[in-house]
């Protein structure tokens, strides 16, 4: 079985950062993208920032250049650094983890972890 966890949300002042952690464990795990959504009040569930296993990236607009995502794939573990935050951040944002089996990739995601920013 596959768990993913997440750490690193928070409450922050607008302007502020936040580093994200998410870590995925389990055995012989073969790990192809990783990434993170978030899910606002109200909102649909949006791509933030994705990472495959050979560093290529993927960001929404709404977050391009001010988050970072990076990864260490010896660890199997996705950070997202999250600098000149705004109120509009603020949302629940869920790690995911591509994995690929034999014959299929599931994603696996974690329980998520709230990110607030007040002005």
């Known amino acids: 079985q596959v768990q993913v966890v997440e750490s690193g949300g928070g409450s922050v002042q607008a302007g502020g950062s936040l580093r994200l952690s998410c870590s995925a464990s389990?055995?012989?795990?073969?790990?192809?993208?990783m990434g993170w959504y978030r899910q606002g009040s109200g909102s649909q569930r949006e791509l933030v920032a994705s990472?495959?296993?050979?560093?290529?990236?993927e960001y929404s607009d709404s977050v391009k250049g001010r988050f970072v995502i990076s990864r260490d794939n010896a660890k199997n573990t996705v950070f997202l650094q999250m600098n000149s935050l705004k109120r509009e951040d603020t949302a629940v944002y869920y790690c995911?983890?591509?994995?690929?089996?034999?014959?299929?990739?599931?994603?696996?995601w974690g329980q998520g972890t709230q990110v607030t920013v007040s002005s």
């Open positions: 995911y983890a591509e994995v690929s089996g034999c014959r299929s990739t599931v994603d696996f």
């Open positions: 389990g055995s012989s795990l073969s790990i192809n993208g």
């Open positions: 990472i495959r296993s050979g560093g290529s990236t």
